[in-house]
């Protein structure tokens, strides 16, 4: 092999490296968040919790609960007064799915009654679509209160 085709082929395949390295295979192709989130794992290795136990949504967003073990359930704690989460009371075992699409902004808290005072709680936070996204164009304006206008 001559000096000028190791060097292509070494650069071809330290390019094929980089490529698989750059630490962004969780975003999808085209640069978007997905628009539904979860699963939920209720249960996941036997534990006493939901995880992730805090998700944010948009409205119209489905959310899914996977019970990765037995013995759990999801009750509605507290939720916006137009909500109508029913949530899974009856206790379920490993390989039960729910899944709730969220229909109204607010905050839905949720737990698992059996093991709820070890902590099992989780949370539901739905906003208006493009509200998270409205918020942070917000950051930079050109409000002298704001604190980035000064910089």
Known sequence: MNRRRL???TGVAGMVIAAGCNGRDDEPPNGEED???GPV???PDAEHEYQPDE???EVGDTLEFVWASDGHNVVVDE?????????????QDEGFEHEHTF??????????SPHRDEGMT??????????RADADD???TDDPDDALYAQ
Not at 103 to 112: F, L
Not at 122 to 131: A, H, T, Y
């Open 7 to 9: 060097l292509y082929t």
């Open 35 to 37: 628009a539904q989130q």
């Open 41 to 43: 794992r209720v249960g």
């Open 55 to 57: 998700t944010d949504l």
């Open 79 to 91: 939720q916006p007064d137009d909500a109508e989460w029913e949530g899974v009371e009856e206790l």
């Open 103 to 112: 229909e109204v902004t607010g905050t839905y808290e949720y737990y698992c």
């Open 122 to 131: 989780g949370q539901v936070e739905v906003s208006d679509e493009g509200e």
């Open 138 to 140: 917000e950051i930079g």
